[in-house]
């Protein structure tokens, strides 16, 4: 029974989860609209579920705030107590509680009794002594008088009512039937067509990520024998043998795209936390902000979608610390008294491009540059050089910041570099645009997966190396004549463009070669680009990423390693830290900082 109880709790767990992030934005749509009824029927669906589910597990206190919720969402439903800001505060609070408890259960902590102040404030609110009677009372009316379009909530009170279940907070007995999982994940209010019932014919089972991990690994092993055989396929000549390798070829892109999406999920599974952050970080700071959520349907690999959810906390916190204004200083500016948050995703072939963006005051770089000097991150000479684009860079830079004082929220110098060092882990990068008194953009782009990299391959005398292919913009034939010395740092003039120029064998420590034979290959890191001197580029191929080999494990400018078709070891090369470490000091000891 232990087993059994064991499983229960850990599907608990995931379902609770998932109810409490569909919650926080569920409330703030019901704030907006507090007469919505089916907005209001989601919401109490929510609270209804966890509620069934803590009783049957005896989370006696987890009980209690859903009860008290339940009462007051009750009194509005029946008219007898409309929500107020009181209501909506109270039912916010119950949610960073039921959170909380959450973890607690995760981690085997005992839960605490809830404040008995929030549970008075709900209670004092439903304004009804009995308010559990009231629905039930309303679904019997409504039943007695032939209507058939009661809904489900006002079914249960009617069961309730005719079976006398009680539902005082830990009376296991009157929360004992769980409620199915596909109650627990009533969509958002706001999108009416995602409402309809789901297909009957639709079945889901529930795996252990770890077996999903194991197959992706399966998958990159197979990818790396295909791979194997299309380069030696031309050699051979062999009609059947090639058509075999083509049947393979199919046959492995289908299995490695399907089990690819069975570990896809929606970025609306992170997004729909920020409703809630929002709307607490706004009223925290007196401030007016409507967040506007797009492309929450957008798929990541799961592994992506968990850990995007600290960095865009962080910016959708600082957009609406840093970048929105006061409401008078709006009006004053011209401005809607009402800020707005855009935080969107949409897919671009192999990648996901999610941005935030505001209409805030924006980023002066003048105040960046002169912060970044004060606080001894930069010094001044090299500071005069930076660009305006290159000064928003400074943000990033680790105890950087535009605040004079330490708030709850910000002032301390950390989150920034926190965001880009999130998004480089995951093989992607993040870039500033940014206008004064018109607002920011921060543009993130990562890959669908992690598991299995496109990458362009190139080549020093008989090695091959690998270049994340996201962060690839052209190759191009290497001509000394475009080249330029400043400061003596060697650059390419690209189309009246300076970009600086690194020789990778320079940087690998090897013999030069003539360079009219090179080939260039232009990155991007941040919103630097710049050039790469390769012997030659053998072309794009997908590579399974690889842990690197213990020799070089802590070298910078290596992520990973893997094998090509032609069986040879290939190191996957980091290109921020090739720019960081790969650039004429002379020149770059401010670039350096900011990348």
């Known amino acids: 029974m232990s087993a059994i109880a064991s499983d229960i709790c850990a599907d608990f767990l995931v379902e609770v989860g998932e109810i409490l992030d569909q919650l926080g934005e569920q409330m703030v749509a019901l704030e907006h609209a507090p007469t919505n009824r089916e907005c209001l029927n989601a919401v109490f669906r929510g609270f209804h579920t966890i509620k069934g589910g803590a009783g049957f597990l005896d989370f006696t206190p987890m009980v209690a705030i859903c009860h008290a919720v339940e009462d007051r969402l009750n009194a509005a439903r029946t008219g007898d107590a409309p929500l107020d800001a009181d209501a909506f505060d109270g039912a916010q609070q119950s949610l960073d509680l039921l959170t909380d408890m959450l973890h607690n259960v995760s981690a085997g902590i005992a839960l605490a009794p809830p404040p008995d102040a929030l549970l008075a404030s709900l209670r004092a609110g439903a304004c009804a002594p009995t308010p559990a009677a009231a629905p039930a009372n309303a679904a019997v009316a409504a039943f007695a008088a032939g209507g058939d379009d009661i809904d489900d909530l006002d079914f249960e009170a009617l069961l309730d009512s005719l079976h006398g279940a009680g539902g005082i907070p830990g009376e296991v007995a009157a929360v004992a039937i769980v409620p199915e999982p596909a109650r627990a994940a ?18 889901t089972v529930r795996v252990d990520v770890r077996r999903l991990d194991a197959m992706v690994n399966l998958v990159g092993e197979l990818v790396l024998a295909r791979n194997r055989l299309k380069t030696i396929r031309p050699r051979l000549r062999d009609d059947d043998l090639d058509r075999a390798v083509s049947s393979l070829d199919v046959a492995t892109s289908r299995l490695q795209s399907a089990v690819m999406t069975a570990r896809m999920q929606p970025v609306g599974r992170v997004f729909a936390r920020f409703p809630k952050l929002a709307r607490d970080v706004a009223r925290q700071l007196k401030k007016n902000v409507d967040l506007e959520v797009v492309g929450a349907e957008t798929e990541l690999d799961r592994n992506l979608v ?124 993040v870039q500033i645009h940014s206008e004064p008194g018109v607002g920011s953009r921060f543009a993130i782009r990562v890959p669908l997966t992690l598991a299995i990299l496109p990458t362009l391959l190139v080549e020093i005398d008989d090695d091959v190396y690998a270049l994340p292919l996201v962060r690839v913009i052209e190759v191009l034939a290497y001509q000394t004549g475009n080249t330029l010395v400043i400061d003596g740092q060697q650059v390419l003039d690209l189309r009246q463009e300076p970009l600086p120029l690194l020789d990778l064998r320079e940087w690998l420590g090897l013999a030069p070669i003539a360079l009219t034979e090179a080939t260039c290959v232009v990155l ?28 070089l494990r802590g070298l910078p400018g290596y992520a990973g390693a893997s094998l090509v078709g032609d069986g040879r070891m290939t190191l996957i090369l980091d290109v921020d830290a090739l720019l960081r470490t790969g650039l004429r000091e002379s020149v770059t000891g401010s670039r350096s900082q900011l990348k």
Request: proline share 7%; hydrophobic share 35%; with cysteine.
């Open 524 to 551: 991007q890191s941040g919103e630097q680009r710049f050039c790469l001197i390769v012997d030659r580029v053998r072309g794009r191929e997908e590579v399974v990423i690889k842990a690197l080999p213990p020799t």
């Open 306 to 429: 968990e850990a995007l959810a600290d960095p865009l906390v962080h910016l959708v916190r600082n957009a609406i610390d840093h970048g929105i204004e006061m409401p008078d200083a709006r009006t004053r500016a011209g401005k809607p008294e009402q800020g707005r948050v855009r935080l969107s995703a949409q897919q671009e072939g192999d990648h996901v491009a999610i941005e935030v963006r505001d209409d805030g005051n924006g980023i002066d770089p003048e105040k960046v540059r002169r912060k970044a000097i004060d606080k001894g991150l930069i010094d001044a000479e090299a500071a005069a050089r930076l660009s305006g684009e290159e000064c928003l860079q400074l943000i990033f830079l680790p105890g950087f910041s535009t605040r004079d004082e330490v708030s709850d929220l910000s002032g301390r110098g950390v989150g920034m570099d926190v965001v880009q060092s999130r998004i480089r882990e995951l093989s992607g990068f």
């Open 186 to 203: 009533a969509p958002a209010p706001s999108r009416p067509a995602a409402s309809a019932p789901a297909d009957p014919t639709e079945v």
